[in-house]
């Protein structure tokens, strides 16, 4: 059984019928990316809430695949659900970094996978606009939380303000 195949199967079992199940080629940089395209009023199902069956369903995908993909990416993707969240996440952590810029105060952001950490703290470094600015990381698993706040600032102050 292919990765195409999987994805097919496990979306038909679950009462949604692809449009189309597409699975790349093995990129420069070690990636697989499977893609499913399905109605709009289906992709609730496959996506859930702020992806976490999406997530499952790539961790699902890839023990089922394990062998396969030992020194292999995979990320699976529906209705390009990622790149809008991940620009949804970039227009978050812009607001959050000018209000830290504007009051001098840091910014908390709950829970958010490391998948959208990564692209908070990517927006962070990579913005001119921002360097005096830096992202954190603190806690762990689902406690872990991300903190926007000037540079030179170790410890939050109380009245940090979460988002999300």
Avoid: W
């Amino acid at each position: 059984m292919t990765i195409q195949q999987f994805l097919t199967n496990v979306c038909q079992h679950s009462g949604v019928e692809p449009e189309l199940v597409e699975v790349s080629e093995v990129d420069a940089m070690g990636m697989i990316t499977a893609t499913i395209e399905v109605s709009p009023d289906e992709s609730g199902l496959l996506i859930g809430f702020h992806g976490d069956n999406l997530s499952a369903l790539q961790r699902l995908t890839r023990v089922v695949f394990q062998e396969e993909l030992v020194d292999k990416r995979l990320v699976v993707n529906v209705n390009h659900y990622r790149e809008q969240r991940a620009e949804k996440v970039q227009q978050m952590a812009v607001k959050a970094a000018e209000r830290v810029l504007d009051t001098g105060y840091p910014y908390t952001f709950s829970y958010l996978p490391a998948n959208e950490r990564f692209v908070v703290h990517t927006t962070i470094s990579e913005t001119p606009e921002f360097t005096s600015l830096e992202s954190v990381s603190e806690g762990e698993g689902f406690h872990r939380v991300l903190v926007i706040r000037l540079k030179n600032e170790k410890s939050a102050p109380e009245n940090t303000k979460a988002v999300n």
